[in-house]
């Protein structure tokens, strides 16, 4: 073989004449898998065909990561189904050129190794992962609204047989080296320091391909495959509506249909993702992707390096952030009024942690080791940054704030995390009003990804940045977000949230007003979701919001509230609980979805649109991005104002009218509209 250099690739030949081809994509911090990736590794590819080395290991040069992928960015630019199918082939060809080649090929994985990363290691002999915890493998694809593209629907299934990679592919799930050796993913995971001699012996030994399971085998037979299909397509029904998400059931008809024939299934499989490729679905979600990335670079302009927390309010927020704290990495101190409550914020603890790292206890010891109630306080003067969820009273906050800052350490930024309390109302009573910020966490703290990074007029730029960085570094998207009420997610969740309420006083079923908002793809609907959130922390969210939006509470949520039925937590609210699990009323007979549906969706569009008015956020992106992370807004419709220039704007403007002669000024159209394109 000839030694030609490669922007991308790096070609080695050891002593045993084993070419380890290195991949290190040029101007890049990870490897993806573009077109020009792809150009150099055809050529290299002709170059090995002609010239058998003893065998192949495919790794990677960048630190601690594999290949996360296809290059996204190509994928958008895809015009049609036909330019799809071109792009697919291409790809399909150099995997197949790799699976024939005679020699033993193996892939060395150790980091992240994502999607197209994962189809090309299939399309070797072998696959030999290292166990470190940065060590993932998974087939993500179905997230952005397709499915592995370049034959890992067959591979996967070959290797892992049916049932466990079907369930990977339609959940998008990714799963370590250890549970992909379980389920033969991957041929063996191996301590980093064996990796590459796990390579060779795989190069040297050629063993025989593991046998799948029996049962694996069994539920590829014909007979079998579709009654296994109809309990798949079910599971899915009960996650994503088909006319929403169309991908997961495109996957298992793929299955159902082909997988007596892998030939055919590679062919349809490049048929079907290049339809599915240029759905609006698809292009939504992969917005959606990109919004996330912009989130993440929030914070990256300045290095924050905060090694102690310390959370003052022990209750449901501040123990539950101190916790994930810990869980990411931090030291950390609580404080609260009493022991008696802390020892309630450390029993919370035990069971963050036994969530999180199940039975492994030397991971639950650490996390204890990183948290320390500390009832006096003496972690403020040791913190990089103090986070506060005492109760929402703007009085006991500012009284709060003027006795720790003088202990504070210098450079410590002081964050809160109130709800709805304006900054300015609480930086008052510092001497250095800069240094505090708003780190609005969302309950439940653990699964909600968002943080919106509340600047007041007198937060400094750097806080700002400092806020972020911290909340990236504990795995959370920030949003940076102007103080004013509300903030953006709550003030726009509000108002459709209320409209529910409304109906409900007028007598429409609960049932029937959350099917129309989960008909238009809200992931709970609005009244299940006041439930789980609380009714009196509804309440008084609304009512603060009263006070400054043309919002009035409604009667039935004051009256329930005063009863004591305050949603999932005490078991009643607007339904009724039984070990947690809604009791919902299965017989209702649905009527007037449509107007219902408007309704609500309506209002929660009105308030986006005042709020990029008032420039709460930056711009549209950042209005989207807060709705789909901080409420769950329909992903696949990716975001709010987007949803408006999809439908139209006048379109939508129209319904606002029909339904403010209906209902009253509360649909007034803000006047911004007029300045949205469709
Ligand atoms: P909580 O009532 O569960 O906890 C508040 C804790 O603060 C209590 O344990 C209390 O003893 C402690 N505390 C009160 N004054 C204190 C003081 N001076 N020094 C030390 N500890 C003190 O309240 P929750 O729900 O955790 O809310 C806390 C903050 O987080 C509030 O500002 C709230 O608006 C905000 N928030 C709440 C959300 C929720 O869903 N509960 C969501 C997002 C923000």
Redesign the pocket.
Known sequence: MNNKSYNNWKLEFDEASILWLHLDMADAGANLLSSKVFAELDTILADIEKELPQGLIILSDKKDSFIFGADIKEFTELKNQQEAIVFLERAHALMNRIEALSCPTVSMIHGMCLGGGTELSLACDYRVMSDESCSRIGLPEIKLGIFPGYGGTVRSIRCAGPLAAMNMMLTGRIITARAASKIGLIDEAVPLRQLKHAAKRFVMDSPKPRKLALLQRLANHKLLRPLIASQMRKQVSSKAKQEHYPAPYRLIDLWKNYAGNQGEMLKQEIQEVSKLATTNTARNLVRVFFLQETLKKHGKQIEFKAKHVHV?????????IASWCAIKGYNVTV????PE?LA??SKRAQISFKKKYKRDRRAIVAANDRLMMDHK?IGVAQADIII??????AD??R??YQ?IEPRMKEGAILA??????MLEDLSSSLNNPGRLVGL?????VALMPLVEIIHGENTDETTLQQASAFARSIGKLPLPVKSSPGFLV?RILMPYLLEAVIMVDEGIAPETIDKAATDFGMPMGPIELADA??LD?CK??ASILSKTMNITLPKNLEKIVDKGNLGKKTGSGFYSYKKGKVQKNKKIKHNNLAEIQDRMIMKLLNESVACLREGIVENEDMIDAGVIFGTGFAPFRSGSIHHIHDEGAENLMAKMSVLEKRFGDRFKADEYWQELED
């Open positions: 003052i309010g022990g209750g449901i927020m501040g123990g539950d404080q609260d009024q009493t409550r309630q914020t306080g506060e969820a005492i109760f929402e009273d006991v906050k009284e709060l006795s809160t995390n109130t709800s709805s309390i609005h966490f969302f309950n439940p709550n959130v609380g922390i008084n969210v």
